[in-house]
């Protein structure tokens, strides 16, 4: 009965109301399935100019599947869309900003190695046809967050270095570069504290009084009550009702989400703690936090908060191994060590992560395998699975928290991130720990999932088990907590009881407490509210191209003392025709490097150049054997052809086909090696002294290609730093999905950069046969090992998104100086194959430990 009293049709909207204005947005009939799943059934849902329309519904109901059919992500099955009345078929992410829509993703789709402006404006970037308005794009980025209310956010900051909430204000001020007439929220204050969802209505108001029509995701009841005009729930992939804001009360809204009435209200709090469980003493870590002290008792749940970023969430992150530490740790009295996570675990700790994609989760693996994995140490005899054992966990993790799924077969990648949150929390309460440390389980999930969680989590607590808490929604912590720590500026300030506790209470000991340690010079956390002061927000974005170049600088001067140090060993190493000789091969490498260096930038790699090479040596030993200009053209454009086709292969290979590009590119390897030894079975005929004396010629001392080659990769730099296609490149290498759902051709991306590749090892070849005068199957065949180094030795990572082309090219250089170092000691050309494969490696390992130590800060 209350049911059928609250709802209303799916549009919500009067024959008055239409004839007044047309709907900012309107969906009917939407219907899409993943194969079995059928996700929306057929969803109408209207959304007027200049209200909130406020989305919900349980984890699984089709909230971000409708979502992202209308921001372009993913195309319906069936139905009609419709945006200011106008009905439209939106089959892309660039069309539905072109229509005025724009979404902010509840795990923001930003490119962390890009800074604030870029990221503001990517696949908008203001400008001509090559380059950017570098200048244009700071205006543009600065009156956007000076419009909400933002002024100490450094345009050059890298996303990167940003915390969650200015991650968010940065994705919000993107979607307002299209000022657009409908903008989605999609679970906006997952990650935000009580402050930052405030500054944020505040933002939502603006945005409907200027009358956007903001549709509004969230599970947080008493934010829909506080920002609603509308609300729109849907269950099961199908539209329950729309309703006014006050025309409902909570419960009646809960009951339309589950289908049932439901009480709000957290487990009764303990009522006699156990012995101590864990105790921590002088707990510390430099930058993060300063002598913690507690102890967390069985039976009892103790929270830890205050204001996001004082310390809290690197406590307990440190205690599962995360984070380095000082201090001394007791485990049911007995001291423990807890270096890593593996330590945690075997001592009876787990931790479910806030962050759950990243780190809670193996993505494309099963439910069954992310539930049993932390087990198999367990479970497994003679390193067998048992098989039965983990299909049965599995299904009991399902059902414990309702996770909807068709099996424990499918995969996590295609949950709902509420039901991907299930998963988590469903593979760390198998078996009986000694210690739970939850940080936001609930976050993402819905209503009916969170009081689960809650009665899941007081069980455990009642079962004897120590819980930790850390929630960034105060009224959670307030209520599931027996005790609550609040923490500030990385110390413990106050303790309060979960039953005296309130909101106001805490966020004021932790104001008062910082701005005590601000007078006194205490402690800085390296967290989200220190990183929001005015003070430190400059140093983040200060000194953007010293950092960028910092590495290539380095490089350098590696470069300058290798060669001093040869000069010392060989006086011929500085004689005019060594260093020409020394430019004519480095050349040809620096070249092949250059096409590499985009592949790598996409997180990629290309084996075939130095087949390619060879084949294009053997072409030009055919074609450019007389003396006329018409064989050196003939040899130039067959050449490039043969690099065209083989970087269409390898795009083909690798985009069309999906194979990865290891796998993709070692198949052309051996296919071009193959034509090599047909076309040029040895090493054989001569090519003409016309071919020789324009790719061997020199302007004074030093080699014409070498000046070219310097020319490319300065046009290289320039294009990365301030052209559309550096933005492009960087976007794509560093997070593809937020590169797509811009609007940016991310396919196209990737194929241009093979085609790029084969073509300059192509024009490698053309002067690798310029210098050996002949063709060889074998001429290629140190360079695909040499270019990648050259590339990691140039301070690229092999993981994408950052480089730079200076770097390469003095990397190119440093390979070619040590190579000529090496000849003139007569050292081995075998044991300068040893050196080059250890200078790769030295590089990528040095690359992965400053990552590593980057991370754990």
Not at 427 to 439: A, H, M
Request: one cysteine or more; proline letters at 4%.
């Amino acid at each position: 009965m209350m049911l059928d009293a609250v709802q209303e049709e799916a549009t919500g909207t009067s024959v008055a109301d239409r004839l007044v204005a047309p709907n900012a947005l309107e969906l009917v009939g939407i219907k899409k399935s993943f194969g079995v799943v059928r996700a929306l059934k057929g969803v109408s849902f209207a959304c007027r100019p200049g209200e909130v329309h406020v989305l919900m519904g349980e984890n699984g109901a089709g909230k971000s599947t409708l979502m992202r059919i209308i921001a372009g992500v993913w195309r319906p099955d069936a139905g009609v869309i419709r945006v200011r009345g106008a009905e439209v078929a939106i089959i892309g992410p660039r069309q539905s900003q072109d229509l005025g829509i724009a979404m902010v993703y509840q795990d923001t789709r930003l490119v962390p190695d890009l800074d604030v402006a870029q990221n503001i404006w990517l696949g908008r970037e203001p400008g001509g046809a090559v380059l950017v308005d570098r200048a244009a794009m700071d205006r543009g980025a600065q009156a956007i967050l000076d419009r909400l209310g933002i002024a100490t956010l450094p345009l050059t900051a890298r996303i990167r270095d940003l915390s969650v909430a200015e991650r968010q204000i940065v994705e919000i001020a993107r979607a307002l570069t299209t000022d657009p007439s409908v903008l989605i929220l999609d679970e906006p204050t997952s990650a935000l504290d009580a402050a930052e969802i405030q500054h944020l209505f505040v933002i939502v108001r603006q945005l409907r009084a200027a009358g956007t029509a903001v549709i509004f995701i969230s599970h947080r009841l008493p934010e829909v009550f506080a920002i609603a005009d509308r609300i729109t729930v849907l269950k099961d992939g199908e539209v329950v009702g729309t309703v006014d804001r006050d025309k409902v009360d909570h419960e009646q809204l809960v009951a339309m989400m589950v289908g049932r009435e439901m009480a709000l209200a957290y487990p009764p709090r303990a009522t006699a703690p156990g012995a101590a469980r864990l105790v921590v003493e002088d707990l510390s870590s430099d930058g993060r936090f300063e002598g913690v002290r507690f102890a967390a008792r069985a039976g009892e749940v103790l929270g830890l908060g205050g204001i996001q970023g004082n310390g809290q969430s690197d406590v307990v992150r440190a205690l599962f191994g995360l984070a380095p530490w000082t201090g001394r740790v007791m485990l049911d009295s007995t001291a423990v060590r807890l270096g890593t996570p593996a330590r945690a675990i075997r001592a009876g700790i787990v931790y479910v992560p806030a962050e759950r994609q990243k780190e809670g989760l193996f993505l494309p693996h099963s439910i069954r395998e992310n539930t049993s994995l932390p087990h198999l140490r367990d479970w497994a005899g003679l390193g067998l699975i048992p098989a039965a054992r983990e299909r049965d966990v599995t299904r009991a993790a399902i059902e414990r928290f309702a996770t909807k799924t068709p099996s424990g077969e499918q995969s996590v990648a295609s949950l709902s991130g509420g039901n991907q949150q299930k998963v988590v929390l469903g593979r760390w309460t198998v078996g009986d720990p000694k210690v739970f440390i939850f940080e936001d389980p609930t976050r993402g999930v819905d209503v009916a999932t969170k009081l689960e969680i809650y009665r899941r989590i007081r069980t455990l607590a009642e079962a004897g088990a120590a819980v930790i808490l850390v929630s960034s929604d105060l009224l959670e912590l307030i209520g599931l907590s027996d005790r609550i720590l609040v923490f500030s500026r990385g110390r413990v300030v106050n303790e309060v009881g979960g039953a005296e506790a309130t909101e106001e209470g805490i966020v004021g000991s932790a104001v008062d407490a910082g701005t005590t340690a601000l007078a006194g010079g205490g402690i800085k956390a390296d967290g989200d509210a220190a990183r929001a002061t005015p003070a430190t927000a400059p140093r983040r974005g200060g000194h953007a191209m010293v950092a960028r170049y910092a590495s290539a600088a380095l490089l350098a001067a590696l470069v300058l003392a290798l060669g001093l140090a040869t000069s010392r060993v060989s006086s011929f190493f500085l004689s005019p025709g060594n260093l020409s000789n020394i430019a004519s091969q480095v050349a040809p490498l620096a070249l092949v490097a250059l096409g590499q260096f985009f592949v790598i930038l996409l997180g990629g790699i290309d084996l075939s150049v130095g087949p390619l090479i060879s084949l294009v040596t053997a072409i030009v030993s055919y074609t450019a054997t007389g003396e006329s200009l018409g064989g050196v053209v003939l040899a130039v454009v067959a050449s490039l052809a043969a690099g065209l086709l083989t970087g269409a292969l390898n795009a083909a290979l690798v985009v069309r086909l999906r194979i990865p590009d290891l796998i993709a590119t070692l198949s052309s390897y051996s296919i071009v090696f193959g034509l090599a030894l047909i076309v040029r079975p040895s090493p054989g005929g001569l090519v003409g002294d016309r071919f020789l004396d324009i790719f061997s010629a020199n302007v004074g001392p030093v080699p014409a290609a070498a000046i070219v080659v310097v020319v490319l990769f300065l046009l290289a730099e320039l294009l990365l730093v301030r052209g559309r296609l550096g933005q492009r490149l960087y976007g794509v290498g560093s997070n593809a999905e937020a590169a797509h759902v811009v609007g940016i051709g991310t396919r196209a991306v990737r194929a241009l950069a093979y085609v790029v590749c084969a073509i300059c090892a192509a024009g490698a070849g053309l002067l690798i046969a310029a210098r050996i005068g002949s063709g060889d199957p074998q001429a290629g065949a140190s360079f695909t090992l040499a270019s990648v180094t050259a590339v990691v030795v140039g301070g690229v990572s092999v993981f994408g998104g950052r480089g730079t082309a200076i770097g390469v090219l003095l990397g190119a250089i440093a390979v070619g100086v040590m190579q000529n170092a090496l000849n003139l000691m007569h050292v081995s050309a075998y044991f300068q194959y040893v050196w080059t494969g250890g200078l790769t490696l030295i590089a990528v390992a040095g690359y992965s430990l400053r990552l590593s130590r980057r991370r754990a800060l």
